[in-house]
């Protein structure tokens, strides 16, 4: 298997710009996180979905934010507009209905707003 | 609400030596679940150990083990015979048992192994 793939790796854009993050989950996991990871703040869940359905966003930052996932082998996470406090790596991390503690997480993706 | 305190930033260890890492969390449930995550350069998090708040017994993984003090809301990770490839940040995190799946994690600490 792949492991949790994420797009981009890398994404650089201007204040006020909408920017999209991609993720597929591993196969058959049915439970997806994700997370933002600042030096300030460390490791923050945003929103979690099991079985594609949004569980708890209690951790989305404010409205700019929102996250969807329409099947179980993708997920984005949208900001828009994005401003340079969201400056950030974002995780996705997905796991398996028996074991939703051995999260496997993806690459991340480096995000810097200018 | 909960919280997890890492209050280490950063810590050292000798190759083959014992290195102990701290954590504290606040919560008022009685059940719940600690874990420790282990974040490589690859930035990629792996699951080192965890604890069921229910158990008095410290969990033990090979090399890995952590001493829970349930009153005194202390969760400390221990690794013995530190290795190279120990080098990493390492992650505090608290579950609560209610049926969801919400982490609240620490901001961690990084371990260097020196050799």
């Known amino acids: 298997d792949a492991g949790v793939i994420q797009s981009p790796r890398h994404e650089v854009t201007e204040m006020g710009q909408e920017v999209t993050l991609r993720c597929k989950p591993i196969?058959?996991?049915?439970?997806l996180f994700w997370y933002r990871q600042t030096m300030m703040r460390g490791l923050e869940l945003l929103i979690y979905f099991n079985n594609n359905v949004p569980i708890d966003d209690s951790g989305m930052p404010e409205d700019r934010f929102s996250a969807k996932m329409p099947n179980a082998s993708f997920s984005t996470l949208k900001i828009q507009p994005s401003e340079p406090r969201d400056s950030a790596v974002y995780f996705c991390a997905s796991s398996w209905g028996l074991s939703p503690d051995t999260q496997y997480f993806g690459p991340g993706t480096r995000l810097t707003v200018l | 609400a909960q919280t997890v305190t890492q209050s280490q930033p950063e810590m050292s260890v000798q190759e083959a030596e014992t290195v102990t890492l701290s954590c504290t969390y606040d919560t008022s449930e009685s059940d719940y679940y600690l874990f420790w995550y282990k974040q490589p350069p690859s930035r990629q998090m792996i699951l080192v150990i965890r604890?069921?708040?229910?158990?008095?017994q410290n969990a033990t993984e090979n090399r890995f083990s952590v001493n829970f003090q349930k009153a005194a809301k202390s969760f400390s990770l221990k690794i013995s015979d530190s290795q190279l490839g120990d080098a990493a940040m390492y992650f505090c995190?608290?579950?609560?048992?209610?049926?969801?799946?919400?982490?609240?994690f620490g901001t961690g600490t990084r371990l260097k192994v020196l050799a």
């Open positions: 995190a608290y579950r609560t048992t209610s049926g969801t799946y919400k982490y609240i």
């Open positions: 196969s058959g996991h049915n439970s």
């Open positions: 604890q069921e708040a229910y158990k008095q």
